[in-house]
């Protein structure tokens, strides 16, 4: 069993940065690849970012990519989410997640954990 806790979330005005933390216990975190996902009000869980578990590969949406990075400290078990020149639109609970499968990071259907998800409000 793998507990995922979520960490960094909060409001800040566009443009500005967040650096979002998942800290996991349990399982084998340093042979996972790890996910994040978001959830904007009304509207579906989207993938955001993943990295595999040796930090060779990372993956992102097409919205996000050259302003969030993903990385992970596999001696802290913590999985990072840096996020740069933030909008609006990336209002959203955020959750850090474990894949089933490595090869199927970005399919919310396709995770085996998740955490409780932490807040990030951009203002305009």
């Known amino acids: 069993q793998v507990q995922l806790v979520e960490s960094g979330g909060g409001l800040v005005q566009a443009g500005g940065s967040l650096r979002l933390s998942c800290a996991a216990s349990?399982?084998?975190?340093?042979?996972?690849?790890m996910a994040w996902f978001r959830q904007a009000p009304g509207k579906e869980r989207e993938f955001v970012a993943a990295i595999s578990w040796n930090r060779r590969s990372t993956y992102y949406t097409e919205s996000v990519k050259g302003r969030f990075t993903i990385s992970r400290d596999n001696a802290k078990k913590t999985v990072y989410l840096q996020m740069n020149s933030l909008k609006p639109e990336d209002t959203a609970v955020y959750y850090c997640?474990?894949?089933?499968?490595?090869?199927?990071?970005?399919?919310?259907?396709?995770?085996?954990?998740w955490g409780k998800g932490t807040l990030v409000t951009v203002s305009s």
């Open positions: 349990g399982g084998t975190f340093s042979s996972s690849s």
């Open positions: 997640s474990v894949p089933m499968k490595d090869n199927n990071y970005s399919d919310p259907r396709g995770m085996h954990y």
